[in-house]
């Protein structure tokens, strides 16, 4: 690989565009694909400006600027992301549970703390009405079902109770004995 004297930081290319003109430039389909792209280059130093996205009147905007937050989790954008759980589109309120709930992607800082992520990702997985708010929530839930009692059983509950078959069947991978749940660390 290489030795860290020799290292260089990441090369962030933003064609003469602010990090705030790229965060309006995901409301613009055609232009949406390069916009997260650079704000993905960006990395933490666009944090700040990807949080202000968190408010914006395009829930494109907020889904694009979940997705970022995955990857660069910026402790200042947990009441944003908090807030967006219970945003009317059901993309954001996913994305948002997504950014909150997932160590998967994250580089570097890990996730907020189980205790206050699990609670958010029960009530979505048992009250919200969109099915891929649940599933997304059952998702991202599974990973806790060993450590948390409570995760654990809302996941059983989601997999023998929840109306939708997508949801059950997610459910089902992280109840114990499922093939998730049985790849789980002890």
């Given at each position: 690989m290489g030795n860290s004297a020799t290292a260089?930081?990441?090369?962030?290319?933003?064609?003469?565009?602010?990090?705030?003109?790229?965060v309006e430039m995901l409301a613009s389909p055609h232009r949406r694909k390069v916009a997260l792209r650079k704000?993905?280059?960006?990395?933490?130093?666009?944090?700040?400006?990807?949080?202000?996205?968190?408010?914006?009147?395009?829930?494109?905007?907020?889904?694009?600027?979940?997705?970022v937050l995955d990857h660069f989790m910026d402790a200042a954008a947990l009441p944003e992301l908090v807030a967006n759980v219970r945003h009317p589109h059901p993309g954001v309120r996913?994305?948002?549970?997504?950014?909150?709930?997932?160590?998967?992607?994250?580089?570097?800082?890990?996730?907020?703390?189980?205790?206050?992520?699990?609670?958010?990702?029960?009530?979505?997985?048992?009250?919200?009405?969109?099915?891929?708010?649940?599933?997304?929530?059952?998702?991202?839930?599974?990973?806790?079902?060993?450590?948390s009692d409570v995760a654990s059983a809302a996941i059983e509950h989601a997999h023998a109770h929840d109306p939708h078959p997508a949801v059950r069947k997610i459910a089902g991978w992280w109840i114990p004995g499922g093939p998730r749940y049985r790849k789980l660390k002890a």
């Open positions: 260089r930081p990441p090369v962030v290319d933003l064609s003469g565009n602010t990090l705030e003109e790229i704000l993905m280059a960006a990395g933490r130093a666009g944090t700040p400006v990807v949080r202000a996205g968190l408010k914006h009147a395009d829930p494109e905007v907020r889904i694009a600027c979940c997705k996913a994305w948002a549970i997504h950014a909150l709930a997932c160590d998967r992607c994250k580089e570097g800082v890990c996730r907020p703390g189980e205790d206050d992520v699990i609670p958010m990702v029960i009530d979505a997985l048992r009250h919200d009405g969109d099915r891929s708010v649940r599933q997304q929530a059952a998702g991202m839930l599974g990973p806790s079902v060993r450590r």
